[in-house]
């Protein structure tokens, strides 16, 4: 048999091979999170109870579930917030260094309804809407990174850091 025959033969079963290792050695690679603005041109944040700092809402996308699907029980469980219409996406970012998400995809959301704030518990911690030029000083970088770059998208001439 020759090389190009025997290769032609191995390539499926090595692609069938590291699929199934990608997926079982490799679960829950992928997030969204969302760069939720008001009205008044705030932004929604989530302080959780088991890691530092203020963070975009959002969260891991569970087996067989969209990006989307997974963006809307984020914001619910977080903020109780509820999509009106879809959101628009920002982009899709590597992200191995905040979370154990490989890649995360960020949506911003301008339209939506939210029923009050959660009351804190063990998962969150405090939750609210903070000005641009107000966020916490404990807001994560990547954080400030994703709003600043959103903001810059809405409001090209402005300055934000």
């Not at 499926?12 to 050695?25: C, E, I």
């Not at 067989?64 to 903020?79: H, N, S």
């Not at 029923?115 to 939750?127: I, K, Q, S, T, V």
Request: glycine residues 12%.
């Amino acid at each position: 048999m020759s090389g190009s025959k025997l290769r032609l033969r191995l390539e499926p079963a090595l692609r069938r091979l590291f699929h199934l290792y990608w997926r079982f050695a490799r679960g829950m690679t992928l997030g969204v999170r969302a760069v939720v603005l008001d009205g008044e041109g705030r932004v929604f944040l989530v302080k959780h109870g088991y890691v530092s700092g203020w963070h975009l809402p959002g969260g891991g996308v569970e087996v067989g579930e969209t990006f989307r699907d997974a963006l809307r029980r984020e914001l619910a469980e977080e903020g109780q917030i509820e999509l009106v219409g879809e959101p628009r996406l920002h982009g899709i970012f590597l992200n191995r260094h905040v979370s154990r998400r490989d890649h995360v995809a960020v949506y911003v959301v301008r339209n939506f309804r939210q029923d009050g704030l959660p009351a804190p518990n063990r998962e969150f911690a405090a939750c609210g809407f903070f000005g641009a030029d107000a966020l916490p000083a404990d807001t994560t970088e990547g954080t400030r990174r994703r709003i600043s770059e959103v903001l810059q998208d809405e409001m090209p001439s402005a300055t934000w850091r």
